[in-house]
């Protein structure tokens, strides 16, 4: 069992900048790739960017490349998303997502791929 706890979503005005963290518990987080999706209202979940199991490989949506950035700090069991130049399409409820046995490392874009979710966090944007 792993247990993800996002924390860090606000209301913020276009073009500033929030930063999330996951904190996770349960298993050994070094041998975990983790990845974030959002989910804005009436939409499906959507992949935003994922991280491999030692943070050497990272891959976003081509909607948040360039000012999404994703990191991790393996002593602290922790995941960020750091999210700069906001825009109002940014506003979902974002969720960190575990995958326990990642294909060599990996991260995925696949919702299926990842075993485990947090109760995510509440991004606004306002324009």
């Known amino acids: 069992q792993v247990q993800l706890v996002e924390s860090g979503g606000d209301l913020v005005q276009a073009g500033g900048s929030l930063r999330l963290s996951c904190a996770a518990s349960?298993?050994?987080?070094?041998?975990?790739?983790m990845g974030w999706f959002r989910q804005a209202p009436g939409q499906e979940r959507e992949f935003v960017t994922g991280?491999?199991?030692?943070?050497?490989?990272?891959g976003y949506a081509d909607s948040v490349k360039g000012r999404f950035t994703i990191s991790r700090d393996n002593a602290k069991n922790t995941v960020y998303l750091q999210m700069n130049s906001l825009k109002p399409e940014d506003t979902a409820v974002y969720y960190c997502?575990?995958?326990?046995?990642?294909?060599?490392?990996?991260?995925?874009?696949?919702?299926?791929?990842?075993?485990?979710w947090g109760q995510g966090t509440q991004v606004t944007v306002s324009s």
């Open positions: 991280i491999s199991r030692n943070g050497g490989s990272v």
């Open positions: 349960g298993r050994t987080f070094s041998t975990i790739a």
């Open positions: 997502a575990a995958d326990i046995d990642p294909l060599f490392g990996l991260w995925g874009t696949r919702q299926r791929e990842y075993e485990y």
